[in-house]
């Protein structure tokens, strides 16, 4: 019986057609219609923000010098990274990247969670002279990051990020929702008319490159590499089932 019809099938274009198209549709909704609704399927996570305004210059220059050809930032479900680099990243975590810098490379090791891992002085130190840290480094020095950060257009720069999505603020009124998301630390680093003010207090504040007096590429460079990461408190997310031996 059911061969007869496989048969009848299998000789009728027509019908065949219409059965291919079918099947074919079915899979295609099945894959398409989740990215419609690609908002509630990130999931929110407690502790992420958008980048301030020193960080958000950090990470330009980080695409600016092609950081992302040798570096990912993408830790992947399997055990040996979750070993290596910590727990694996989260949807959320980037949710505020345009573009990703996720990488499809790893000459040197993944950069997800290297926020904390090293000094501000290693960092420098590391940049300018790989070798003078890792005798056995193959990256590339870049004592030119010690050169002044341009930084007139960061208002304009976080403006195109608002209009892709990212919750910058602009009016008091994005402001006040800012401050009921993220409490009024982080919404301060957030809010657009003060933008200059806040990458020079950070750059002052955090004193990344060793010389307060200037602001360098350097400060917002290592600000942001010093962020990867940290956003999310992760000893709420246990990674156990990835890093425990069974
Ligand atoms: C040609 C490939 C290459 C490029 C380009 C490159 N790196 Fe690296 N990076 C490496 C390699 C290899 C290592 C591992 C050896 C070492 O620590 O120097 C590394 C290590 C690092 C580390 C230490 C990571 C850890 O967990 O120990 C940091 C931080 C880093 N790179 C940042 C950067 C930044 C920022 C840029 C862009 C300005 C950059 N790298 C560009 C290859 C590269």
């Given at each position: 019986?059911?061969?007869?019809?496989?048969?009848?099938?299998?000789?009728?274009?027509?019908?065949?057609?219409?059965?291919?198209?079918?099947?074919?549709?079915?899979?295609?909704?099945?894959?398409?219609?989740?990215?419609?609704?690609?908002?509630?399927?990130?999931?929110?996570?407690?502790?992420?923000?958008?980048?301030?305004p020193?960080?958000?210059?950090?990470?330009?220059?980080?695409?600016?010098?092609?950081?992302?050809?040798?570096?990912?930032?993408?830790?992947?479900?399997?055990?040996?990274?979750?070993?290596?680099?910590?727990?694996?990243?989260?949807?959320?975590?980037?949710?505020?990247?345009?573009?990703?810098?996720?990488?499809?490379?790893?000459?040197?090791?993944?950069?997800?969670?290297?926020?904390?891992?090293?000094?501000?002085?290693?960092?420098?130190?590391?940049?300018?002279?790989?070798?003078?840290?890792?005798?056995e480094?193959?990256?590339?020095?870049?004592?030119?990051?010690?050169?002044?950060?341009?930084?007139?257009?960061?208002?304009?720069?976080?403006?195109?990020?608002?209009?892709?999505?990212?919750?910058y603020?602009?009016?008091?009124?994005?402001?006040?929702?800012?401050?009921?998301?993220?409490g009024?630390?982080?919404a301060?680093e957030?809010?657009?008319?003060?933008?200059?003010?806040?990458?020079?207090?950070?750059?002052?504040?955090?004193?990344?490159?060793?010389?307060?007096?200037?602001?360098?590429?350097?400060?917002?460079?290592?600000?942001?590499?010093?962020?990867?990461?940290t956003?999310?408190?992760?000893?709420?997310?246990?990674?156990?089932?990835?890093?425990?031996?069974?």
């Open positions: 019986m059911f061969n007869f019809k496989h048969e009848w099938v299998e000789t009728n274009v027509g019908v065949m057609l219409v059965l291919v198209m079918l099947a074919i549709s079915v899979g295609g909704l099945v894959e398409i219609t989740p990215l419609f609704f690609i908002k509630n399927t990130v999931e929110p996570v407690k502790g992420v923000y958008p980048y301030t020193l960080e958000l210059r950090g990470r330009d220059i980080y695409q600016a010098n092609g950081c992302f050809y040798c570096h990912s930032q993408m830790i992947r479900p399997f055990r040996d990274e979750a070993l290596r680099y910590g727990h694996y990243s989260l949807a959320a975590e980037s949710q505020y990247d345009h573009p990703f810098l996720w990488g499809s490379e790893r000459q040197g090791p993944d950069l997800a969670r290297v926020g904390g891992k090293y000094s501000n002085e290693w960092m420098v130190q590391h940049l300018i002279s790989p070798r003078s840290v890792v005798p480094s193959i990256m590339p020095a870049f004592p030119f990051l010690e050169q002044p950060l341009a930084y007139n257009d960061i208002e304009q720069r976080m403006e195109a990020l608002r209009d892709a999505g990212v919750p603020a602009l009016t008091p009124a994005e402001n006040a929702r800012n401050i009921k998301q993220f009024p630390k982080i301060e957030l809010y657009i008319p003060d933008a200059k003010k806040n990458l020079i207090a950070q750059a002052r504040a955090g004193d990344y490159d060793g010389h307060p007096g200037q602001i360098t590429q350097m400060d917002a460079l290592v600000a942001y590499l010093q962020v990867l990461g956003m999310v408190d992760f000893s709420k997310y246990p990674n156990d089932q990835f890093v425990q031996d069974r």
